[in-house]
């Protein structure tokens, strides 16, 4: 963080760093006082660098016996008798060098001391992690004494990734991931230059069938692309916590969100523009918040978790009312986990992550402590338990929706690891990518087998190709020597994230990354989109500016839903704020951070899961669908409906009480 380069040598510095400046009648004279010889004697010792550097290991209040202590410094006073020759002129003469040499020795003193606890202070800075707070760049116009300041090398400006990317233009050509809009433009679309105009045709040429099956089905995938959720929310479902997941099933008929309150609340999407609520369940005695949620295959079952080592089962169905399964993941083939396993495992741990396997029969979590965990749900017992990251694993997925052999994990250790699960005896990844600087957030699979996407603390996200993976023995060859492994990493809870400290990792195997958002306060979400709704043409991420982006594979940007817009003061201050007693001090003022997002797998709709509300104290689920830009329209229910959690019209959450009025109202209660 902070240069390697060392404080000048004070022999360097020029005249301006002393304000000592010998009087004309002192030039003149050819014999030193006692006192000038002591000063030249002082200063030739710092000039020769015996008297700073050398006192940093020594005790607080330790005294060298070269330097000068104060107590050793006499002056003595003289009388003169009356009858001297010298006229009373003369001894004025004669003692005012003397004592303004005394006091500029006193300065100078006073100014080396000031200078080396300077020196001491700013080596500290520099050394430890307090250095990171400060900013330090040299300046063409710098004081003198700046000179000592850690300084940081310029970063290169071109070091970020290029945009567009061409491997990601090339992915884009491939068919993979979308259709090519040259592919299905017709000279009667090029004379309509306007995109909202060719829209507007193909839409009218898919309900009137025009053109052959070719057409058709060209036109179809080029709709779907085009048609980007916008930032006029059709609903907000406020809820009392903040939301931390919130998901779509894979048919699309089912949507859940998991909240700080350890509720999970399901909702019926099979009318994605008409919801219905119909069941709500709880975590019991759960720790902090529940921190995620999956649906299993066939979605009968929902498994959530909090940062604990059990996980709850609970029945999708309406009608079954019964408290949730409890499946404790710590559980071992042999039972309860033996001393030895405890201390190999450190006992208990919590739940970052959980994902069903594609046939539904196993789970797997990512826990503290940078294990993983697959466990049997049939059996009721975890199958494996590997060591496989040196810090928390706070996501994994499949590779393959209907396979459940190959795994990925990713880490607070800056690295995405993959797994086979047929051979996990020996606690060995079948590879790894590498190219994250700080921890990993999210990982989701396209569900093909091959590709993989990243959400990193370093305020970027990356696209993976399984065959461009890190053979494992090469991977630990070259750990050591990652600049990532030996650094303390960000913690992105409180901090902002200087771009200056990015930097491309040498080892780096990623094939395409994007930037744009911030991945701040929370272990914030990243996805593909689904191959129904927009061709498999984008991938998305929230951001804790209240934003959801959504990129081209090219990493330019194709979308930007703006949230925190969207939901600005939809909802009165809480007033029990100031029932509680608090000063005003409180947050008062609207803050959004999307920590996930969910695009429907077949209508062009992405639902945002925040933190949203006064100080961010509560949560929101909005939904935002395509609407070629209007405001408002004449469908039921009407865009922009404010519900609660039930889906059901507060008129509370339409009040107009502003927290200027509600501090008002609320200050002398």
Not at 83 to 102: G, K
Not at 204 to 223: D, I, Q, Y
């Amino acid at each position: 963080m902070a240069s390697n380069s060392n404080p000048p040598d004070v022999s360097m510095s020029s005249d301006s760093d002393s304000d000592y400046q010998p009087a004309e009648e002192a030039e003149e004279e050819d014999e030193q006082s006692e006192g000038e010889m002591l000063a030249q004697a002082y200063l030739e010792r710092l000039l020769a660098g015996e008297s700073d550097d050398d006192q940093d290991n020594q005790e607080e209040g330790g005294a060298r016996e070269d330097e000068i202590q104060f107590g050793d410094i006499q002056v003595e006073i003289e009388e003169v008798p009356s009858n001297a020759d010298e006229t009373e002129a003369e001894n004025a003469e004669r003692s005012e060098p003397d004592l303004f040499t005394f006091f500029q020795i006193l300065l100078l003193i006073s100014q080396f001391a000031v200078a080396r606890t300077r020196r001491r202070v700013l080596r500290l800075l520099q050394n430890s992690e307090i250095g990171r707070i400060f900013r330090f760049a040299p300046d063409d116009d710098e004081d003198e004494d700046d000179r000592w300041l850690p300084r940081r090398q310029r970063p290169d400006p071109d070091r970020f990734p290029k945009v567009p990317s061409d491997a990601g233009t090339e992915l884009m050509n491939s068919g993979l991931f979308g259709t090519n809009p040259t592919q299905t433009v017709t000279s009667r679309d090029r004379v309509s230059l306007e995109k909202k105009k060719k829209l507007a045709w193909r839409i009218m040429e898919r309900e009137l069938a025009v053109g052959n099956s070719a057409t058709e089905k060209l036109n179809n995938r080029r709709l779907a692309q085009g048609m980007i959720p916008s930032t006029n929310a059709d609903m907000i479902i406020h809820y009392d916590e903040p939301v931390y997941s919130g998901q779509f099933s894979d048919d699309g008929n089912f949507f859940f969100s998991a909240n700080k309150d350890y509720h999970v609340r399901m909702y019926d999407t099979s009318n994605p523009y008409k919801w219905r609520y119909y069941k709500t369940v709880e975590y019991p005695f759960g720790s902090w918040t529940l921190t995620d949620a999956s649906l299993s295959p066939d979605n009968k079952y929902l498994a959530y978790t909090s940062i604990k080592s059990q996980v709850c089962l609970a029945p999708t169905d309406p009608n079954d009312m019964g408290d949730p399964y409890i499946l404790d993941l710590a559980d071992m083939p042999a039972g309860r986990p033996n001393t030895a396993q405890r201390l190999r495992f450190g006992g208990s741990f919590g739940i970052w992550s959980i994902r069903y396997s594609g046939d539904g029969e196993r789970l797997v979590a990512g826990t503290t402590g940078g294990s993983i965990v697959v466990y049997d749900i049939e059996a009721r017992r975890s199958l494996h338990r590997i060591p496989g990251h040196d810090e928390d694993v706070n996501a994994v997925c499949f590779a393959d929706s209907s396979s459940p052999h190959i795994l990925y994990s990713g880490s607070d250790d800056t690295t995405l690891k993959v797994w086979d699960t047929r051979s996990l005896g020996d606690s060995r990844a079948a590879g790894a990518f590498i190219g994250h600087i700080e921890g990993l957030t999210y990982i989701d699979s396209k569900g093909d087998g091959r590709y993989i996407l990243s959400n990193g603390k370093d305020q970027s996200m990356k696209l993976w190709d399984l065959r461009m993976v890190m053979p494992s023995g090469e991977f630990e060859r070259i750990k050591p020597q990652r600049r990532a492994t030996a650094e303390h990493h960000f913690d992105y809870r409180w901090g902002t994230y200087d771009e200056d400290d990015w930097y491309q990792d040498r080892h780096d195997n990623s094939l395409v990354t994007f930037r744009g958002h911030k991945v701040l306060r929370t272990l914030i979400r990243c996805h593909f989109s689904p191959p129904g709704s927009t061709n498999s043409r984008y991938v998305y991420s929230g951001s804790e500016d209240g934003k959801v982006f959504i990129w081209n594979m090219d990493a330019t940007l194709a979308g930007v839903i703006d949230v925190f817009a969207a939901t600005k003061n939809s909802r009165p201050f809480p007033a029990a704020n100031y029932d509680m007693g608090w000063d005003n001090t409180t947050p008062t003022q609207w803050r959004t951070c999307v920590r996930d997002a969910s695009w429907h797998p077949s209508a062009p709709m992405i639902v945002a899961s925040a933190w949203s509300g006064y100080g961010m104290s509560t949560g929101t689920c909005t939904a935002h669908s395509w609407n070629d830009g209007a405001e408002d329209d004449d469908a039921e229910p009407k865009m922009g409906a404010r519900v609660n959690e039930k889906l059901e019209h507060d008129p509370e959450f339409y009040a107009r009480s502003s927290p200027r009025t509600m501090r008002t109202r609320y200050r002398f209660r």
